[in-house]
């Protein structure tokens, strides 16, 4: 038991350590744009942690626990840990949580690690665990049962909101950098994500134990195989399948995530939240994957963990923290301060069509803006990659929230030959675009499948691009024209005044599967972009 614990802990303690010297500033915007910090509160003397065996549904769970020395009956946090950690990842919040008055229970979920089973990915059997856990938290520690709280990063964010359905004795959820759709995670806009999919799929196989069932569904989801399977699989393990029995249920809900997720794109949060008729606060800043929330592992100011803390405090505690009184949609723009709204429909008051012109000759740009015309087209090979793209997994949005600068391209190296470029006056205000872009494709003799893909930039007076947001989107079945309605990835950007807003379109990004065949895919006349703007 003993070396199983320091081994896990030099290599918790490294990762951690990584990323705070590589993502440190990441998290921590100017002081004066910053949400309110958490109140202040008494320290109180602890037991200090202590590691237990929790009988799960059939397994044990590796666990670990902390709570305020002094009898008394308290608010209690659960924790799931992130997939591939293990119940040692909150180590520094859970000593924070319970010196302020909680008693802390962070678990290794089933198939991780040293717990027992196989791999559930937040399934049936993760749920019954989950309220195992609530079950020997209450029969074992001073937690108040009427009191009992989840939340967690990424995995342990997906569990924490999933278990809100199923246990309504969780009363409070801190999901940071969760998913809400996990069909939207993997075939958004029927497209497979291929990097972020493939990084779970190897973190499974190293570090636990994937069997058979989670290892059936990666190999149909890579071979493209037994589609409608891998959706049900992934309908089980989505909180949108059991909104309403969240709603009834009354837990509430805080949503934090990054703009730039790889892994659980923006999105499917937004309907999520719409959705809630609980208490609700949806936060989304710059960054990919866990990349805001990193530092506060390692005990450093960290505004994502100052927001659960203060939402525990409110929903459990009992505390007037003041955030049950704020604007509950809270968004760090990519390029700016904090903005707060009273709903997500509040973010934007018009939306402005940009029709895509035709391409002029001389240097392979087409106009965006005014009414779509018509009479024109520009054909793309399939299958034919340009400089444009999204990116790597987890890095390129993860530097992008470090350094505070979007990826950035030489916008005359996209090849005209691969891709179809439009770009728009340069405005002589600042442009300010709050929602999700919707880009409308008219399409020309397309095959019976394939994939485009779309990258709004803001690009200057010199040719360099910084990407906004961008998105892909493929088809199956039937040949000939067809239109195509894609909701780009959610943003909050200000392009500059005197800064063109331009389109790129072409058939190939690394970080998903294409399911494009040989020939060419024609945009013709017809086809815009509807920008969101405040």
């Given amino acids: 038991m003993a070396p199983r614990r320091r081994s896990q802990t030099t290599r918790l303690l490294s990762i951690v350590a990584a990323v705070t010297l590589i993502g440190g500033a990441a998290a921590v915007p100017a002081a004066s744009a910053a949400p309110a910090p958490a109140a202040a509160a008494t320290t109180l003397a602890t037991t200090g942690l202590r590691f237990v065996d929790i009988a799960g549904d059939g397994v044990r769970l590796k666990a670990n626990h902390i709570a305020p020395s002094a009898p008394g009956s308290y608010p209690a946090i659960i924790f799931p840990s992130s997939w591939g950690l293990n119940d040692l990842e909150y180590l520094v919040q859970a000593k924070k949580l319970a010196a302020r008055g909680y008693v802390v229970v962070s678990y290794t979920p089933r198939g991780w690690w040293a717990s027992g089973g196989e791999i559930?990915?937040?399934g049936p059997r993760d749920m019954a665990d989950l309220s195992k856990v609530v079950d020997w938290t209450i029969a074992n520690t001073a937690a108040d049962p009427a009191r009992i709280g989840a939340g967690g990063i990424s995995y342990g964010a997906g569990i924490s909101l999933l278990g809100a359905a199923f246990d309504p004795r969780i009363r409070a959820v801190a999901a940071m950098s969760g998913w809400t759709d996990l069909v939207y995670s993997l075939y958004g806009d029927q497209t497979r994500h291929k990097q972020s999919t493939g990084l779970l799929s190897l973190t499974a196989q190293l570090l636990g134990n994937p069997g058979a069932e989670l290892t059936g569904k990666l190999g149909d989801f890579s071979a493209n195989r037994n589609i409608d399977q891998v959706m049900q699989w992934a309908q089980v393990r989505s909180a949108e399948t059991y909104r309403?029995?969240?709603?009834?249920?009354?837990?509430a809900v805080l949503l934090a995530n990054a703009w730039g997720d790889t892994f659980f794109g923006a999105n499917q949060l937004v309907d999520f939240y719409s959705g809630l008729t609980t208490a609700k606060r949806l936060e989304l800043r710059p960054g990919d994957h866990a990349i805001a929330e990193l530092t506060g592992l390692a005990g450093l100011d960290n505004d994502v963990w100052t927001s659960a803390t203060r939402w525990f405090d409110e929903h459990l505690a009992g505390l007037d923290t003041g955030i049950a009184g704020e604007a509950p949609v809270v968004l760090k723009l990519d390029n700016g301060a904090y903005e707060s709204y009273p709903a997500w429909s509040a973010l934007n008051n018009t939306t402005r069509r940009y029709g895509l012109g035709e391409i002029r000759r001389l240097d392979g740009t087409g106009l965006l803006g005014g009414n779509p015309s018509s009479g024109w087209s520009k054909s793309l090979p399939a299958d034919a990659d340009t400089i444009a793209n999204g990116g790597a997994v987890l890095i390129t949005n993860g530097l992008a929230a470090i350094t505070g600068e979007r990826p950035q391209i030489w916008l005359p190296h996209v090849n005209?030959?691969?891709?179809?470029v439009w770009a728009a006056e340069r405005p002589n205000s600042p442009l300010k675009i709050r929602g999700i872009p919707k880009l409308h494709l008219k399409l020309t003799g397309t095959a019976a499948q394939g994939t485009v893909v779309a990258y709004l930039y803001d690009l200057d007076r010199l040719g360099r691009a910084k990407l906004i947001t961008h998105q892909?989107?493929?088809?199956?079945?039937g040949t000939g024209n067809?239109?195509?309605?894609?909701?780009?990835?959610?943003?909050?950007y200000d392009l500059p005044a005197g800064h063109s807003l331009t389109l790129v379109v072409d058939t190939v990004d690394p970080l998903y599967y294409e399911e494009n065949t040989a020939g060419v895919i024609t945009v013709a006349g017809g086809s815009y972009v509807d920008i969101p703007l405040k």
């Fill in 120 to 122: 559930d990915t937040a």
């Fill in 472 to 477: 892909p989107v493929s088809w199956s079945g």
């Fill in 244 to 251: 309403e029995a969240i709603n009834a249920n009354q837990p």
């Fill in 416 to 420: 005209r030959a691969r891709a179809g």
């Fill in 482 to 492: 067809r239109s195509l309605d894609v909701d780009l990835t959610a943003t909050a």
